[in-house]
T-cell receptor, first 111, second 113 residues
Framework: GQNIDQPTEMTATEGAIVQINCTYQ??????LFWYQQHAGEAPTFLSY????GLEEKGRFSSFLSRSKGYSYLLLKELQMKDSASYLC????????????FGTGTRLKVLA | EAQVTQNPRYLITVTGKKLTVTCSQN?????MSWYRQDPGLGLRQIYY???????DKGDVPEGYKVSRKEKRNFPLILESPSPNQTSLYFC????????????FGEGSRLTVL
């Protein structure tokens, strides 16, 4: 089967660093995406990893280990506006072309 | 402006009354897909389309139909809605099969009484 796990909720302080983990078990793995979703809004793209390693984009970085079925999203210098849900999604190509999302991690940034 | 447009944004309907949620994109994307989002369950893919006249089931297709007669449009059809289809629906599109980032519409909140 296809399964993606993320923590349900996390809390961090403004200015701090937070790491949101995602583990997955899928067949025909193609790549892994992270999306940000503010309450009441549509998800927006943050990052994409297809090869092992770290991808850095400003305050956000994403890491992938294909052999371990593991990814994390690292948010540095947290700001209040980073309070949102963070969705991990895997694309598969084993005869299908699906996007499979985790249930999302709700991050609260406290002043 | 590059966008995905869904209509209606909000709808309250009754069990069994057929409805269609439209989705249109202006980015010439080949891949389009529909999702429903429910508390605690996250985003679940309903149907996707790799190109015109090519559609396939996602993980929760029961009770839904789609069509892709034109590249820009991908309507979601609920032939006989039931209360368990009350949800927030998102349409999304991307280029290059399922290897590209998804661009989402603003969402359609559907309530079936």
């Amino acid at each position: 089967g296809q399964n993606i796990d993320q923590p349900t909720e996390m809390t961090a302080t403004e200015g701090a660093i937070v790491q949101i983990n995602c583990t997955y078990q899928t067949s025909g793995f193609n790549g892994l995406f992270w999306y940000q979703q503010h309450a009441g809004e549509a998800p927006t793209f943050l990052s994409y990893n297809v090869l092992d390693g770290l991808e850095e984009k400003g305050r956000f970085s994403s890491f992938l280990s294909r052999s371990k079925g593991y990814s994390y999203l690292l948010l540095k210098e947290l700001q209040m506006k980073d309070s949102a849900s963070y969705l991990c999604a895997v694309t598969v190509t084993s005869g299908t072309y699906k996007y499979i999302f985790g249930t999302g991690t709700r991050l609260k940034v406290l002043a | 402006e590059a966008q995905v447009t869904q209509n209606p944004r909000y709808l309250i309907t009754v069990t069994g009354k057929k409805l269609t949620v439209t989705c249109s994109q202006n980015m010439n994307h080949e891949y389009m897909s529909w999702y429903r989002q429910d508390p605690g369950l996250g985003l679940r893919q309903i149907y996707y389309s790799m190109n015109v006249e090519v559609t396939d089931k996602g993980d929760v297709p029961e009770g839904y139909k789609v069509s892709r007669k034109e590249k820009r449009n991908f309507p979601l059809i609920l032939e006989s809605p039931s209360p368990n289809q009350t949800s927030l629906y998102f349409c999304a599109s991307t280029w290059g099969g399922n290897t590209g980032e998804l661009f989402f519409g603003e969402g359609s909140r559907l309530t079936v009484l």
